[in-house]
């Protein structure tokens, strides 16, 4: 079946510093990919997609670029904040008959630093 | 626009008794799912479902969880007779349309529910 690995968690980092989260996925079919983030006690929201190869989504100076030939979907962001702070979890779509299940990694936990 | 509201935001129940979480989608939205977030781990889909339908359930638990969603009023998530593995944050998404080819529908999360079985 479908499955997401994100890597394991907890990040902690300085502001300023480099981000990347790694994601990798295991699809049958070709989905759609996403990043969503979780701030302590709210639901998840929608940080950045990507529905096709080589497709880079981006948003809040997130980025993170659909790699098809490596079956991934890293974050990256190139200064964080503290604001930053949050669960992150990386996700698939299935298409076609089974695209209305989102397939979520465990997440990894991030901590940005003062 | 009110986003997806989900209540109560924090349940507790002994062991045995029923548990019912309850889903408002955002205006305008038909199509609802429930997925459950154990504790340090992603969410996991329970349950797909239109007004009056159950599209998908394969994540549903065979036993003692159920799902609805009238054609007036919020999803409700039924848990009977619950354990202490159940236990966990549910979470509420909707989304507008109904998923189709190579088109995917952004789902809406609302804040959870939090269930504690003491």
């Known amino acids: 079946g479908n499955s997401v690995t994100q890597m394991e968690g907890p990040v902690t980092l300085s502001e300023e510093a480099f981000l990347t989260i790694n994601c990798t996925y295991t699809a049958t079919g070709y989905p759609s990919l996403f990043w969503y983030v979780q701030y302590p006690g709210e639901g998840l929201q929608l940080l950045l997609k990507?529905?096709?190869?080589?497709d880079k989504g981006s948003n809040k100076g997130f980025e993170a670029t659909y790699r098809k030939e490596t079956t991934s979907f890293h974050l990256e962001k190139g200064s964080v904040q503290v604001s930053d702070s949050a669960v992150y979890f990386c996700a698939l779509s299935e298409r076609g008959q089974g695209a209305q299940k989102l397939v979520f990694g465990q997440g990894t936990r991030l901590t940005i630093n003062p | 626009n009110a986003g997806v509201m989900q209540n109560p935001r924090h349940l507790v129940r002994r062991r045995g008794q029923e548990a019912r979480l309850r889903c408002s989608p955002m205006?305008?939205?038909?199509?609802v799912y429930w997925y459950r977030q154990l504790p340090e781990e992603g969410l996991k889909f329970m349950v797909y479902l239109q007004k009056e339908n159950i599209i998908d359930e394969s994540g549903m638990p065979k036993e003692r969880f159920s799902a609805e969603f009238p054609k007036e009023g919020p999803s409700i998530l039924r848990i009977q007779q619950v354990v202490r593995g159940d236990s966990a944050a549910y979470f509420c998404?909707?989304?507008?349309?109904?998923?189709?080819?190579?088109?995917?529908?952004?789902?809406?999360f609302g804040p959870g529910t939090r269930l504690t079985v003491t």
């Open positions: 998404a909707s989304s507008p349309q109904r998923p189709r080819g190579w088109i995917h529908y952004e789902q809406y």
């Open positions: 990507a529905t096709k190869a080589d």
């Open positions: 205006k305008g939205h038909s199509h």
